[in-house]
């Protein structure tokens, strides 16, 4: 049975599934009712982190076209366009085994695509979730749901896989940025 996260909450992962080495983190969304004009392009996105809190190098910041990262140990699945239907939206896949030392935290964000030029904002998302199963029985081991508490973001850190005592942990953040993915880019030490 999944363990269903607060906003602020960590949780053990591996120490509490021993054996699991393969994840999917799952990400997902829906779009309110919005007749601007323009289609809704949401984007996940993964930050590979070192002890800094920095991507070392452009290699460590997975996205739409940079699919896989850390010698092959991360993987996006692709980008979808319209986010329509249930389910996840985007997949993350995780060898947690092969995820080099040096590689503290995986942060995974979720941005709007374009989102300045096109007038859209968070505000106008709504179902948000970041949840990680297991691909070998797909078992949901852990569910977060962002609830509403954005309006004006253009793009959101929803969680992190982190290293703690040798164990992986989660830590569902849910914080919102104004600026975008190259907000983000930039906190994450990465020139735009």
Not at 33 to 39: E, H, Q, V
Not at 72 to 86: F, I, K, M, P, R
Not at 129 to 156: H, K
Request: charged content about 20%; proline content about 2%.
């Amino acid at each position: 049975m999944a363990i269903s996260l607060s906003k602020g909450q960590k949780v053990d992962l591996t120490k509490s599934n021993p054996g699991l080495k393969n994840i999917v983190v799952g990400l997902g969304w829906d779009v309110n009712k919005y007749d601007g004009g323009n289609d809704f392009d949401l984007d996940s996105s993964v930050f590979l982190l070192d002890a800094s809190g920095k991507c070392a190098s452009e290699q460590d910041f997975i996205f739409f076209n940079n699919l896989v990262g850390a010698g092959g140990a991360v993987e996006h699945t692709g980008d979808n366009l319209t986010g329509a239907g249930d389910g996840d939206d985007e997949q993350v896949k995780i060898d947690l085994s092969s995820v080099p030392a040096n590689i503290e935290k995986i942060t995974f964000t979720i941005t709007i695509h374009e989102a300045e030029s096109r007038n859209q904002n968070f505000g106008q998302v709504s179902n948000s979730f970041v949840r990680i199963f297991n691909p070998e029985s797909n078992e949901e081991l852990i569910r977060y749901d962002l609830g509403e508490d954005f309006s004006i973001e253009t793009a959101v850190v929803v969680g992190e896989l982190y290293r703690h005592s040798g164990e992986w942990k989660f830590n569902a953040i849910g914080s919102g940025y104004q600026g975008g993915l190259a907000s983000l880019v930039r906190d994450f030490g990465l020139n735009v």
